[in-house]
């Protein structure tokens, strides 16, 4: 199957600095990427949805300035968490589908684990 | 909207027994299911789906599941449990297949037993 990478796979920062999580389709053109976090015990909740060379269209109660999603081509889409804070700490991670996928099936990474101190 | 239950955050089961891993869901319209297993420090892999036509469904490794309309379930199987399984499972459904929103479960995690 295709496969989607995650970089970095794990990041510790410190509050108020800035962390950029990329999110790469290796082997296909990726239409559409996901990005959802994951708590400890709980399920995995999508955050926002990116076309590229759209904006990104973003969930409920996620907030746009804070997690800056940028998906400028059919490879890359990147996670910005911006003034990082403890609670930002969580699982992230990324999925991507593209238009030469079997039923537009979603890929997903293998998830950045991100602690802020 | 839709929204998916995980009965057990932990299975154990013995190597060569029965798998049975747990799924309920609502959901407002005809759904669509899908099972997912992530073994450690790995993504997301898609083991099977339903979309439409037949209720039993088949997937990777051995795993099938059935869509219960009437149950609301879509539970996962698998007869004889191989060390290799362990791993932690995640129901999710979906109104339409692919670029629509997934909605998860909470994740089983399952243990073989030697």
């Known amino acids: 199957g295709a496969v989607v990478s995650q970089h970095p796979s794990w990041v510790i920062c410190k509050s108020g600095t800035s962390v950029k999580i990329e999110c790469r389709s290796l082997d296909f053109q990726a239409t559409t990427m996901f990005w959802y976090r994951q708590f400890p015990k709980q399920s995995l909740m999508l955050m926002a949805t990116?076309?590229?060379?759209?904006?990104?269209?973003?969930e409920q109660g996620v907030e746009k300035d804070k997690f800056l999603i940028n998906h400028a081509s059919l490879t890359l889409s990147t996670l910005t968490v911006t003034s990082a804070h403890p609670e930002d700490s969580s699982f992230y991670i990324c999925?991507?589908?593209?238009?030469?996928?079997?039923?537009?099936?979603?890929?997903f990474g293998p998830g950045t684990r991100l602690t802020v101190l | 909207a839709q929204s998916v239950t995980q009965l057990g955050s932990h299975v154990s089961v013995s190597e060569g027994a029965l798998v049975l891993l747990r799924c309920n869901y609502s959901?407002?319209?005809?759904?669509?299911l899908f099972w997912y297993v992530q073994y450690p420090n790995q993504g997301l892999q898609l083991l099977l789906k339903?979309?439409?036509?037949?209720?039993l469904v088949k997937g990777i490794n051995g795993f099938e599941a059935e869509f219960k309309k009437s149950e609301t379930s879509f539970h996962l199987t698998k007869p004889s449990a191989h060390m290799s399984d362990a791993a932690e499972y995640f129901c999710?459904?979906?109104?339409?297949?692919?670029?629509?929103?997934?909605?998860f479960g909470t994740g089983t995690r399952l243990t073989i037993i030697p």
């Open positions: 999710a459904v979906s109104p339409n297949f692919g670029n629509e929103k997934l909605t």
């Open positions: 339903y979309t439409t036509g037949a209720t």
């Open positions: 990116s076309n590229e060379g759209s904006k990104a269209t973003y």
């Open positions: 959901s407002s319209v005809p759904p669509y």
């Open positions: 999925s991507a589908s593209g238009a030469t996928s079997i039923d537009n099936e979603q890929f």
